[in-house]
C-alpha cells in the first residue's frame, strides 16, 4: 500500500513497518506525518528498548483520553513476558537512562507502557 504523506517518506513508513506493529496504521501515521519531530524517537526507540527488553515486540497506536478528546497521544507498547515486578524495574531504568532525556515536547504526544500477553 503506497501512502502519501507531506512529512514523512515512504523509506521511513517501510522502517516504522519493520520496527513495529502499527495499530490503527493510518492514524499512527497521520500522527507521525503532523508531529513529524517524532519520527527521529520513534526510529531510535526499538535500540534503547531491546538493551532492556531484548524479547520483546513493539506495537505504535493512538491514545485518546476518554476525559479530554483534545489529548491525543502516540503510545509505543512493548510486549514482553515478565513477571510485573521485572518488567517494572526494568522500565523505570529506560525512562531513568532514555525517556527522561528526551524533550518535554516529546513528553506530551508520546509515552511507553508495558503490556504482558499473559494480560489479555
Known sequence: ????????SQPDI?????LYSLEGRTEVLQFLDK?????????????N?????PK?????EMFIDPENNDSVQLVL???????????????RQLD????KTLSS???DLFFTVIENPDDF
Not at 1 to 8: E, R, W
Not at 35 to 47: A, E
Not at 49 to 53: D, K, P
Not at 56 to 60: A, E, F, K, P
Open 1 to 8: 500500500m503506497t501512502d502519501t504523506f507531506s512529512n514523512i
Open 14 to 18: 517501510q522502517s516504522l513497518e519493520k
Open 35 to 47: 508531529h513529524s519531530f517524532l519520527m527521529t524517537v520513534v526510529l531510535d526507540s526499538p535500540n
Open 49 to 53: 528498548i531491546y538493551h532492556y527488553f
Open 56 to 60: 520483546s515486540h513493539l506495537c505504535l
Open 77 to 91: 507498547s512493548i510486549k514482553v513476558k515478565l513477571d510485573r515486578y521485572d518488567a517494572g524495574v526494568k522500565l
Open 96 to 99: 531513568r537512562d532514555w525517556f
Open 105 to 107: 515536547q516529546v513528553h
